[in-house]
């Protein structure tokens, strides 16, 4: 794919990105309530998708053996690119407060006019101070109108954070955009006990932000405000499944329904919602455009705390790849970095680098080069023994999850980069 596409980042620092909002980790793990903690926890897998809003660019495929490291704010991460075909990165984060790891391979679906992006793969919080471990992987999204109109992309499918020690669970369905576009964005669900007894109620909006309140206020909220919501979502937005019926064809009606349109019928109690879970949501009226409006109602409940609020986007994004002030950051060449840096660092990639200074024709010779120095590569090392293994990861069981992950196996920070290949 033309380098016109990319954006001047690997996919290695977009999964970074992820650590935006890691300061909800460390409160999480300053708060003595396990019900809190998973508060926090559970805002925190919501904010780490808050950076794709928007950002429609492609990030370069990491190199197999390409590496990140950032150390900010009192944590530390490193990533590595531990398979090229399947594409796998694997991350682990560590502060004094946190530890958050795993590893991602998206998988990527093409429906003719969208792409289905399932990041298959697990992620782990541990919170070393209360022995605990949270997991949960995250949702599918979907990127419009890749063939012609605007691009737009939703999140969607449900989310599910599971403390391995308390048995807790917050349960999040991100909503499908839907007709009309009302849902856009929404995110909500609740915190269950192992009992499956309803503790608290989430809602927010993946892009914006989260906020919590108790059961009874939102089972009350929903009593009181079922008439005026239905009102507000029908206000000058067209045909509702109400409007006209001897209009809508059958059809249409039952799809309609099954979507179940109207606030709060839809929420995650049965762990499911009305999205397609294999294949992009069903085409919108007018899927060729960017949904308009996502704000035919807007709920703010008594009695809720805000977990979460996204930080509003820098005034120059929009000439910088719609990026966050944290995506900005993460090509930087700080002080003293070139001498330690691990010389397979992505911020060492020439392409990327090239892009980065607006040289279009630069990176993609880069590219090209670096891609075929790939292949060369492995082509040399073809029936050699030992072939290739990760230099930081290594492929084994999630303790927590039984599933297949990559774990850290240490001795990134004492920075003995002697014998790295070269891959750049
Ligand atoms: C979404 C959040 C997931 C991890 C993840 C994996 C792959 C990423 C995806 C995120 C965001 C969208 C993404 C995708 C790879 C390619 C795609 C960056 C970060 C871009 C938008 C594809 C552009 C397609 C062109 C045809 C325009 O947890």
């Not at 300053?30 to 904010?47: G, H, K, W």
């Not at 605990?132 to 012609?148: G, L, Q, R």
């Not at 856009?184 to 989430?202: A, M, N, P, Q, S």
Request: hydrophobic residues 30%.
């Amino acid at each position: 794919m033309p380098v016109i596409f990319n954006e001047p980042l690997s996919f290695l620092q977009r999964m970074v990105e992820y650590m935006e909002y890691a300061h909800l980790l460390r409160k999480a793990s300053e708060e003595s309530d396990p019900i809190a903690r998973m508060q926090y926890v559970a805002a925190f897998a919501v904010s780490a998708l808050a950076s794709n809003w928007e950002r429609l660019g492609k990030p370069f495929n990491p190199l197999l053996g390409e590496t990140y490291e950032l150390e900010r704010d009192g944590y530390r991460v490193i990533c590595e690119q531990v398979s090229h075909h399947p594409p796998v990165s694997a991350f682990h984060a560590e502060s004094k407060d946190f530890i958050f790891h795993g590893s991602i391979h998206p998988k990527l679906k093409f429906w003719g006019k969208s792409v289905e992006i399932q990041p298959k793969g697990q992620v782990t919080v541990e919170l070393p101070r209360w022995g605990e471990a949270y997991s949960w992987t995250n949702v599918n999204c979907c990127v419009h109108n890749i063939i012609v109109g605007k691009l737009w992309m939703e999140q969607y499918g449900t989310m599910e954070v599971v403390n391995h020690a308390s048995g807790h669970r917050a349960i999040l369905t991100f909503k499908p955009a839907g007709w009309f576009s009302k849902d856009l964005h929404r995110v909500e669900g609740f915190i269950i006990d192992r009992h499956k007894k309803k503790l608290h109620f989430l809602y927010g909006k993946w892009t914006e932000f989260i906020r919590c309140t108790d059961v009874g206020s939102y089972e009350e909220y929903v009593k009181e405000n079922a008439h005026k919501f239905r009102r507000d979502g029908e206000k000058g937005k067209g045909p509702t499944p109400t409007d006209s019926p001897s209009h809508t064809p059958k059809k249409v009606l039952a799809k309609l329904n099954s979507l179940k349109v109207g606030p709060f019928k839809s929420n995650s109690q049965s762990g499911s919602n009305n999205s397609v879970d294999d294949g992009c949501p069903i085409p919108e009226p007018g899927d060729g455009d960017l949904p308009k409006c996502d704000s035919t109602y807007s709920i703010d409940i008594p009695n809720s705390s805000t977990l979460w609020e996204a930080d509003p986007r820098p005034e120059n994004t929009a000439e910088y790849y719609q990026f966050t002030l944290f995506a900005m950051s993460l090509n930087e060449m700080e002080d003293g970095m070139p001498e330690k840096l691990c010389p397979t660092d992505c911020r060492l990639r020439p392409d990327i680098r090239k892009l980065e200074e607006g040289d279009i024709d630069g990176a993609a010779a880069e590219k090209t080069r670096l891609e075929e120095k790939q292949r060369d590569a492995r082509k040399a090392r073809k029936g050699k023994k030992g072939d290739w293994s990760p230099k930081w990861f290594a492929h084994g069981m999630n303790p927590y999850t039984k599933e297949e992950d990559w774990l850290y196996s240490g001795g990134y920070w004492d920075r003995d980069f002697g014998h790295i290949p070269d891959i750049f």
